[in-house]
C-alpha cells in the first residue's frame, strides 16, 4: 500500500481558511469512510483532529471539518489562528484491518 | 484520562531485534472493540503505521513490515509489544503506541513516542 498523497505546504492568514487535499485509491480513501487527520506540533505526539471523514472528537474546534468526495479527502481549518501552525497527516483504512497515512502538510500561518 | 507511555532500549545495532512496551494506564486493555497500535516516524518524515493488536490477540499488519513484526499483548499487565528483526538504519525512527477507537475510527490516543536509533 502506498503513502496517500498530501500538498507538502499550505498557508494562510490569520482568519484565513486553508483547505488540505489527501488523494488515495478506491481501495483505501475511496472504499471507506474511515478517514482521519492528526496534527502535529514539533516534538509532539499527533493529535487525532478528525474521525471518519468528517467527525470531530470531543474538544476539538469546530473551525477543523473534514470531507470526502471520491478518492480526495479534505480537511479546512476555518479562521486559522497561530496556534494551527502544524503538520497535518490524514490517514484511512485501507481493507483488510490496515491502515495507511499521508505524505504530510506543513500548514503555516502568515 | 488513558496514558499510554513506550518503553524500550533506545539503542539497537544493525540486524538485531527491536523490542517495545506500552504501558496503558487510566483503563483498561481488554473488553472492549478498540484496537491497540503501533506508529513509527522516521526524524524529519511522515508517520508510518506498523501493526494493530486486539485485547484478544488478533493482529494486522502492515504488509511491507509483515515478515519482520511481531505485535503481543498482555492483558494482566495492561501492556502490549513490539518486536521488530533483522533492523538496519532505516528503521530509526521515533515510534509512538496508540488507541484505535472502535477498530477503525482513528488513533485517538498516543504516547509520547520514544526514539530508536539502529547504529552499531
Known amino acids: 500500500q502506498s503513502a496517500l498523497t498530501q500538498p507538502p505546504s499550505a498557508s494562510g492568514s490569520p482568519g484565513q481558511s486553508v483547505t488540505i487535499s489527501c488523494t488515495g485509491t478506491?481501495?483505501?480513501?475511496?472504499?471507506?469512510?474511515?478517514v482521519s487527520w492528526y496534527q502535529q506540533h514539533p516534538g509532539k505526539a499527533p493529535k487525532l483532529m478528525i474521525y471518519e471523514v468528517s467527525k470531530r472528537p470531543s474538544g476539538v474546534p469546530d473551525r477543523f471539518s473534514g470531507s470526502k468526495s471520491g478518492n480526495t479527502a479534505s480537511l479546512t481549518v476555518s479562521g486559522l489562528q497561530a496556534e494551527d501552525e502544524a503538520d497535518y497527516y490524514c490517514s484511512s483504512y485501507a481493507g483488510s484491518n490496515n491502515f495507511v497515512f499521508g505524505t504530510g502538510t506543513k500548514v503555516t500561518v502568515l | 484520562q488513558l496514558q499510554l507511555q513506550e518503553s524500550g532500549p533506545g539503542l539497537v545495532k544493525p540486524s538485531e531485534t527491536l523490542s517495545l512496551t506500552c504501558t496503558v494506564s487510566?483503563?483498561?486493555?481488554?473488553?472492549?472493540?478498540?484496537?491497540w497500535g503501533w506508529i513509527r516516524q522516521p526524524p524529519g518524515k511522515g508517520l508510518e503505521w506498523i501493526a494493530n493488536i486486539g485485547y484478544s490477540g488478533s493482529t494486522y499488519y502492515n504488509p511491507s513490515l509483515m515478515s519482520r513484526v511481531t505485535i503481543s499483548v498482555d492483558t494482566s499487565k495492561n501492556q502490549f509489544s513490539l518486536r521488530l528483526t533483522s533492523v538496519t538504519a532505516a528503521d530509526t525512527a521515533l515510534y509512538y503506541c496508540?488507541?484505535?477507537?472502535?477498530?477503525?475510527?482513528?488513533?485517538?490516543?498516543w504516547g509520547q513516542g520514544t526514539l530508536v536509533t539502529v547504529s552499531s
Open positions: 478506491s481501495s483505501d480513501v475511496g472504499g471507506y469512510n474511515y
Open positions: 487510566g483503563g483498561s486493555i481488554s473488553g472492549s472493540s478498540d484496537y
Open positions: 496508540a488507541r484505535l477507537h472502535s477498530g477503525s475510527s482513528g488513533f485517538d490516543y
